[in-house]
């Protein structure tokens, strides 16, 4: 049963992937290939030779300004870090999933393909925020926090929670400017946000628990006030969950 389910799901992403991919040869397009080869290599699963090929875009004087080879790169690293067969050979996979979905986010400044792989940036969110707070919670770990939630504001800046997340990590290495600077563009995508329930799950999540951790690290602080504040922001959406619940209760 677990063989098939893992199979269906398999076959879900590469739909996913394909019907992405479609969308994105019909964007008005500032590259002139669509890199057919790099998405039949992904969806077969060859990721070893996808990022060759893809690596090899990206060096091309011809292609270095395309977006796509950066994002297949970062997708196959990203595919790879799941799988124990290539711990060996690749064991900073999840880093480099994250580092190059921050280059291929430069690239696709204009944001042209970056909407019709929300699967996969979902799928990277979940991934990065987890090994971010795990990191949080080991008190010889904030650096490699700081690492990973800064990549994940670099690739994706209008997801606000991981800001209050990159905030506290930095706070706890004494970047205080830094911090400050990182609360206040939580403040600037919260806003253009606007109702919590228009983020998509993953992010509502994230900023659940961004929420939680940043108002403990304000009372530490002494700061209960604040605490209360940037709580509010999710108050109405967040409450039925316990932690939530809890930490409102605690103010």
Not at 170 to 177: D, F, G, M
Request: charged content about 30%.
């Amino acid at each position: 049963m677990y063989l098939a389910s893992r199979s269906t799901t398999k076959q879900t992403m590469k739909n996913l992937i394909l019907s992405a991919a479609f969308l994105s040869t019909l964007a008005v397009q500032a590259q002139k290939h669509v890199y057919e080869d790099l998405l039949v290599l992904y969806v077969d699963e060859k990721y070893e030779k996808c990022i060759d090929k893809a690596l090899g875009y990206t060096e091309s004087d011809a292609t270095k300004r395309d977006a796509l080879p950066f994002l297949y790169v970062s997708m196959c690293n990203y595919e790879m870090s799941k799988v124990e067969q290539f711990a060996a050979d690749y064991p900073k996979a999840d880093r480099d999933a994250i580092k190059w979905a921050e280059k291929y986010r430069k690239k696709d400044k204009e944001k042209e393909f970056f909407n019709n792989y929300e699967d996969y940036w979902a799928s990277l969110n979940t991934m990065a925020t987890e090994k971010g707070e795990n990191f949080l919670d080991d008190p010889k770990g904030n650096s490699k926090a700081k690492a990973m939630f800064d990549g994940l504001t670099s690739y994706y800046p209008e997801n606000p929670g991981p800001w209050l997340l990159l905030a506290i990590s930095q706070y706890s290495s004494n970047l205080a400017k830094e911090g400050d600077a990182s609360v206040a563009s939580f403040d600037k995508y919260m806003a253009e946000a606007g109702d919590i329930k228009t983020l998509p799950k993953d992010q509502q999540k994230t900023l659940k628990n961004a929420l939680i951790r940043y108002a403990d690290y304000l009372v530490s602080k002494g700061q209960k006030a604040k605490a209360k504040e940037y709580a509010a922001i999710g108050k109405d959406f967040f409450m039925e969950e316990p932690d939530f619940k809890g930490l409102w209760e605690s103010l």
